[in-house]
């Protein structure tokens, strides 16, 4: 069974940082994809970020020059250190992996619980 267990999220002040991190549990052979999606209150859930097995990365374009993925692939792990947070960033955020738990399955989507990030105006 996989799982993911996303921590960092916070009350932070307009201006300030904050890094999210998403750790996979449960046994997996491959993880490709592995991404942050945000939600915030009456709006539809939108992708933030995401970084690919290869590096590649992807940012939105509200988020570009202030945030940053990376993954350690030792640890399953994926981070997302935030920066000049703003109240437009308030949501919870949601980690989305795309892995396989042997290797004659296909790639599947998994998703955590979500951390709230909460910034004040």
């Known amino acids: 069974q996989v799982h993911l267990v996303e921590s960092g999220g916070d009350l932070v002040q307009p201006g300030g940082s904050l890094r999210l991190s998403c750790e996979v549990f449960?046994?997996?052979?491959?993880?490709?994809?592995m991404g942050w999606y945000r939600q915030a209150p009456g709006k539809e859930r939108e992708l933030v970020s995401r970084?690919?097995?290869?590096?590649?990365?992807y940012y939105a374009d509200s988020v570009k020059g202030r945030f940053t993925i990376s993954r350690d692939n030792t640890r399953n792990t994926v981070y997302l250190q935030m920066h000049s947070l703003n109240r437009e960033d308030t949501a919870r955020y949601y980690c989305?992996?795309?892995?396989?738990?042997?290797?004659?399955?296909?790639?599947?989507?998994?998703w955590g619980q979500g951390t709230q990030v909460t910034v004040p105006s």
């Open positions: 449960g046994i997996v052979v491959d993880i490709d994809a």
């Open positions: 989305n992996v795309q892995a396989q738990t042997t290797r004659s399955t296909p790639l599947k989507t998994y």
């Open positions: 970084i690919m097995n290869d590096g590649t990365t």
